[in-house]
């Protein structure tokens, strides 16, 4: 069970929806038939990307391929207005989650997530709305994206239902939720820095899965670092780990996150049905504690 306190059961790979907007209905029909053949039936929208377009294709989809809805886990995220503000009141939300449900044409999500701190939130008002969701049935469980422990805990003074999931950007190049801990109390440079309120530990203790967003990505959004010409040293240990565990170099980013013991859910953002295969493959391989570090310091870290 990869998202603890919840009857969510699901792969530790979901599908991020958020390039999915200019699927044609050939090219959609066989992203999702090949997440489901790959057992990958967890997938991650926001009422963002596409401005609703990647929601209502993933919905049109469902219908057209005639998949049961308990066959899927679906996600979906609220309280970002684009380039204005973020909105956590509760008729936001509840007006967001209301569009959400019928751009999927479904009745339900399997959870709703805050998609990003809002400075004006007021958890009693986010209380009050995830009691709606959860009392007409059209929110099943919830969680957060882009919190730290403090925000966190502000909800949960007023929240009922658990919050069982965190998602976080999270790869071998954007590894601060790691490096922190590893660089504890070291002068001389920032990498001890905590710019998270030291999330992960807080999230394992509380028996909150972290799903690693972008874990492909460098910078915010950059690119891949896969084959980019910035990260030789990286590509090259990638290339040789995949050889040594029969990945490719995708299957390899995937693997270095899933063995990480926080038993994090990786939410990968590609829309070509070979690389869903390629990093499904990841699951079932447990990179070793040696490799990892390899790795790790492969993408420019260092050890104290
Ligand atoms: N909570 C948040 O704030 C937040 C923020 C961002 C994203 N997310 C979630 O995380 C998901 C994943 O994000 P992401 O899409 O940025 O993740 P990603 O998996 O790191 O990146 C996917 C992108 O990398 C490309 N790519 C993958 N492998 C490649 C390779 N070997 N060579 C060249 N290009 C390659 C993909 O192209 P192809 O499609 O051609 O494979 C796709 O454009 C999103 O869909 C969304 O659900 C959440």
Partial sequence: MVIRKST?????????????????????????????????NYFDHADIYGGGQSERIFGETVKRLGIAREKLVIQSKCGIVPGKMYDLSKEHILESADGILERLQTDYLDLLLLHRPDALMEPEEVAEAFDILEETGKVRAFGVSNMDP??????KKYVEQPIVVNQMQFSLTNASMVTEGINVNIEGHDRGLVRDGGILNYCRRNDITIQAWSPLQFGMF????????????????????????GLTPEGIAVAWILRHPADMQVVVGTTNPERIQNMARAQKVKISREDWYR??????????
């Fill in 8 to 40: 969510v059961s699901s792969p530790r790979i979901a599908l991020g929806a958020m390039r999915i907007a200019g699927m044609t209905q050939e090219q959609a029909d066989r992203y999702l038939s090949t997440a489901l053949e790959c057992g990958l």
């Fill in 150 to 155: 403090g925000q966190i805990e502000l909800l």
């Fill in 222 to 245: 950059a690119g891949t670092f896969l084959g980019h010409p910035d990260f030789p040293e990286l590509n090259g240990e990638i290339d040789l780990l995949a050889e040594k565990y």
């Fill in 295 to 304: 790795l790790y310091m492969a993408a420019g870290n260092q050890l104290p």
